[in-house]
């Protein structure tokens, strides 16, 4: 393994990793003096990994924290790929970061914990602004499952906004009637369907973070132009599906997003027409395009 790191502190600052909670080894290191915070230095480091998934984690032994960390890259005889950082706390002196790689905070929800639990008898009905307080509404109704027609938690008119959610785990998550912005969103275990667009739409939606999609994240059922930006998934079927079969006229792009484990593919429609593009973005572990029966790119 190589760490690239910057140390603009002045002293060396000590720090030391573990494998897997130290049960596969610790490891002592140290950052260097680099002379600025954007100075980049590699320090090597030799590891056994098992087979599986290895928890590797960074904890610095000065009072100062840890140098600026950069990257990490893992390399070995065997095949290596990077796993998810979701759902693992991480902090290093002063500020704290959400992970690595591509797995920035700039792709996370500004809503870093649940502020509270607010639970759902009926759906929600947003005509204009609401702001949730970094709040979880959890449905009363519903039960997780991939069972169709449930009731949404939130149902957007045209002009709605939604800001600082955190969606709960039952029912079908966000129905949008018409043009509607969200920002700030958080699905840690999402329902049947994250979000789903059920009349025409332009849909804009903004730092958000979805995990555990069995299948769908966002689910068209119509016509939709549709932009995704700043966002963390993790583990879905796929991210985008345009309604099996049918052709909506329907335009999405995702830019700037950390996308990882999709057991299908990011984008899948049926329909020709229909444009899915991807941006300035991390996908691990998933194809993008389901097929090439529609308009599918990624730069
Ligand atoms: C399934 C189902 C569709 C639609 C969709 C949804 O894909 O086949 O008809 O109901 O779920 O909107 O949840
Ligand atoms: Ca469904
Ligand atoms: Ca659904």
Redesign the pocket.
Known sequence: MAIRYANGGGAARAAHLTVNDGGNGQHSLTFENTGAWTAWQTVPLQLDLVQGVNILQLISDSSEGLANIDHLVVSGAEQVSAGSCAGVDSSSGSTSSGGLGGDDNSRRSACTSVQGTEFVNSTIRVAGPFDGGCREYVATFGDGSQQ??QDPVFRLERGSSLTNVFVGPNG?GIHVHGDATLTNITWRDVA??AL?VKSEANVTIRNFEAYKAA??VF?L?AKTTFLAQNCTVVDMGKMF?E??GKCYPANVTVENCHLDRASDAIFRSDCGSTVMTLRNSTVLNAKVCYSNSFQCHSN
């Open positions: 169709e027609g079908d049947e369907d789903t299948d769908k689910q059922n599906r309604n099996g």
